[in-house]
């Protein structure tokens, strides 16, 4: 079963039905800097995007490349199983990955 953490995300030729709207707002508010990112939440993001950035299920999205001001990296990246935007994904504390590569 594919897990899914939020949002109506455009990705690579799809529109994918994310269903968590705490994590969407969790996730992307951190993000664009509407709520407070604490320091243990920042560390706790970038080792779950480090495991991200060297998973095989993690894509590059042309729209999330374009928000990234064309820089590739794991901002950029989507994740294949659930959808969700790795980076987002990773500052939304409650969410998982779909296989069990990090925990909430
Ligand atoms: S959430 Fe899990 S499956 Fe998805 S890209 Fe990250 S490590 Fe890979």
């Given amino acids: ?10 990705t690579n030729g799809g529109v994918h039905i994310m269903t968590s709207l705490f994590s969407i707002v969790e996730g992307w508010g951190k993000s664009v ?14 080792e779950r995007m480090n495991i ?9 999205s042309k729209i999330l490349l374009m928000l990234n001001g064309g820089v590739h990296d794991v901002k950029a990246l989507y994740c294949g199983l659930c959808k ?16 069990g590569k990090w925990e909430k």
């Fill in 1 to 10: 079963m594919v897990q899914t953490c939020g949002i109506f995300l455009l």
């Fill in 84 to 99: 969700c935007p790795v980076n987002e994904k990773s500052l939304a504390v409650k969410e998982s990955c779909p296989i």
């Fill in 52 to 60: 991200c950035a060297a998973c095989p299920e993690a894509k590059e």
């Fill in 33 to 46: 800097g509407l709520f407070d990112v604490s320091p243990e939440e920042q560390a706790l993001s970038v």
